[in-house]
């Protein structure tokens, strides 16, 4: 295995063109240069040989995504002499199941939603991971356990196993503010739920109007309203509670769940808190809600939304300067630790063989983080990676509050069956912004939920 690695740069170069010979190019660091953890990977590499071996993998990413997770898969490749292939689709979900069904499924597939993953290995098409791997996880993820559990499912044959392996998280515990209007106004960044709540009040004593908030997505209006409701159900409920609520194990209309809509209606039902007023919430679409932070002076100076938002800042916005973010503070007098929602993608083996249990090794790798991580886009709670390689501070931030957190959970929506986390629970939200009262919303949301059991 010594000649793999000598002369590390060259070799390791010489081989990704070898075995990436469709076209993807180089490797996009030069190994050995930089800050990246190389001798985790160089490990690797003297550890597995899979020359004249191959791997296929299939997810959503397509365009200049599809093109980061190629410049990824180059360094397994040049580790190990596999060739791998790559194929996105903007219809990942039809297309895998239909594969699946077919046998002719990828090695790999890449799961943006952990519900499709556990329906296709409770059928017999997703294979467990290897025994040792949720321990791993448990170690070497920040909140590892709730990463265990997301993506531990029963399989064909009724019982527990881990199916999947996060990587590439998003963050939805996230409120953007302009910095100067802070500044200027002499307010603090809060710490707490108690203290966002004394701020909120603060802006309105000194005339402003403390948060733009939108629910508007088309067919999908109301989504927003449900990040909301989930962040406020982990921020006054232990974990727990929040997943017997996703798999409906307690019902929508318990107190605790209507509890916590009412924490967002606290916010969003207050013509005093809203831009635009209360009236205006339902109505006004999310991409558009953010832009009263930019205004002068602001028309509002908080937005709750996830890492993806700043796409719809205006032209020019530098983050980091003229605008920036922190993170969805917790109840100081709940006690429950910081607890973030978010969401991302899951690899799980649809197609068995030696070297893609191998490439779920790779995945442990600081290396198969940091490689895209210091290009674009790319959040990981993998505890072992040099945070510095991040491509710019706002990334390191939020990758930082992925280290810290003591709890992650996905957006229970995209958990929940479709026609309730992407119909009853939206339109129910709507609902409630317009002022229906919280309680009768919830048990119509359980009713359609005992329709369809």
């Known amino acids: 295995m010594q000649s793999k690695l000598m002369g590390c740069g ?238 409906n194990e307690m019902k929508f209309d318990d107190p605790r769940v209507v509890a916590a809509i009412e924490e967002y209606g606290f916010f969003a039902r207050n013509d005093a808190y809203v831009s635009g007023g209360a009236a205006s919430v339902a109505n006004t679409d999310f991409r558009d809600s953010p832009g009263g932070l930019f205004e002068f002076p602001p028309k509002c100076y908080m937005h709750k939304q996830a890492t993806f938002i700043p796409t719809f800042f205006p032209e020019g916005t530098e983050l980091g300067e003229d605008v920036d973010f922190f993170y969805f503070p917790a ?26 249990r191998v490439f779920v090794e790779f995945l442990k790798t600081p290396i198969a983080h940091e490689i895209w991580m210091a290009q674009s886009g790319f959040l990981t709670p993998h505890k072992g990676v040099n945070s510095e390689m991040y491509a710019n501070d706002t990334l390191k931030a939020l990758g930082d509050i992925l280290l810290g957190d003591t709890t992650f959970r996905f957006a229970g929506s995209d958990l929940m069956q479709g026609e309730i986390g992407a119909d009853a629970f939206w339109k129910g939200m709507v609902d409630y912004t317009g002022g229906e009262d919280a309680a009768s919303v919830a048990a119509d949301i359980q009713a359609r939920w005992d329709s369809i059991q």
């Not at 890449?110 to 025994?131: E, I, M, T």
């Not at 909120?200 to 927003?224: K, R």
């Not at 991302?344 to 070297?355: H, L, Q």
């Open 10 to 247: 060259a070799v390791l170069a010489l081989m990704a063109g070898a075995a990436w010979a469709d076209g993807h190019g180089s490797l996009a660091f030069a190994p050995g240069e930089g800050g990246f953890t190389w001798d985790s990977y160089e490990a690797f590499a003297a550890a597995h040989d899979l020359t004249g071996q191959s791997i296929s993998l299939t997810g959503p990413w397509t365009g200049n995504d599809s093109d980061l997770v190629d410049s990824v898969l180059a360094y397994f490749a040049a580790a190990t002499g596999a060739t791998v292939e790559y194929s996105g689709s903007e219809s990942f979900e039809q297309d895998i199941v239909i594969a699946a069904q077919a046998g002719s499924a990828p090695n790999i597939a890449v799961f943006p939603q952990p519900g499709l993953a556990a329906d296709l290995a409770r059928r017999g098409f997703v294979a467990a991971l290897d025994d040792g791997t949720a321990d791993w996880l448990r170690s070497n993820y920040a909140a590892g356990e709730s990463w265990v559990d997301l993506a531990t499912f029963p399989g064909e044959d009724g019982s527990d196993g881990l199916y999947g392996f996060f990587y590439k998280v998003d963050v939805k515990s996230l409120v953007w503010y302009v910095p100067e209007a802070f500044d200027e106004e002499g307010y603090d960044v809060p710490e707490t739920l108690e203290e966002l709540k004394a701020l909120t009040d603060q802006i309105v004593a000194d005339g402003g109007t403390p948060w733009c908030i939108g629910l508007g997505s088309g067919a999908a209006t109301g989504w927003p309203a449900t990040d909301w409701v989930e962040d406020m159900l982990l921020r006054t409920q232990p974990p727990a509670v929040y997943d017997a609520w996703v798999a």
């Open 331 to 356: 109840y100081a007098e709940k006690d429950l630790g910081s607890p973030v929602l978010g969401a991302g993608t899951m690899f799980s083996i649809t197609n068995d063989s030696p070297a893609t």
